[in-house]
């Protein structure tokens, strides 16, 4: 199993920026993919961003452009670098990770007054 830890959440105007970080522990040699979804108050969760090993990345329509994710193998981290951040982005953050199974954070909360 893969521990994983969020860091980085917080509370931003509308257009301010925020960097969440995640670290993964445990059998974190058998990784691919690292990535993040979220969940909005009363909205199913959805997938953001996503980084392979090898360093592609993909993300969801809603945050393309003002989102940037990035990965360092070294440190079995991925963080996600938010820019123009918008109170429609205000939700729980989970960092996730596929390797034997897909694992989970416990979450961060960003919140983005408008």
């Keep these: 199993q893969v521990q994983l830890v969020e860091s980085g959440g917080g509370l931003v105007q509308a257009g301010g920026t925020l960097r969440l970080s995640c670290v993964a522990s445990g059998r974190s040699f058998s990784i691919n993919n690292m990535g993040w979804y979220r969940q909005a108050p009363g909205k199913e969760r959805e997938w953001v961003a996503a980084s ?3 360093g592609d990345t993909m993300y969801a329509d809603s945050v393309k452009g003002r989102f ?6 070294a440190k079995n981290a991925v963080s996600l670098q938010m ?3 918008k109170p429609e982005d205000t939700a729980v953050y989970y960092c ?3 390797g034997y199974q897909r694992d989970w954070g416990k979450g961060s909360l960003v919140t983005v007054s408008s």
């Design 52 to 54: 392979t090993r090898g």
């Design 68 to 73: 940037t994710i990035s990965r360092d193998n």
């Design 83 to 85: 820019d123009n951040l």
């Design 96 to 98: 996730y990770s596929d």
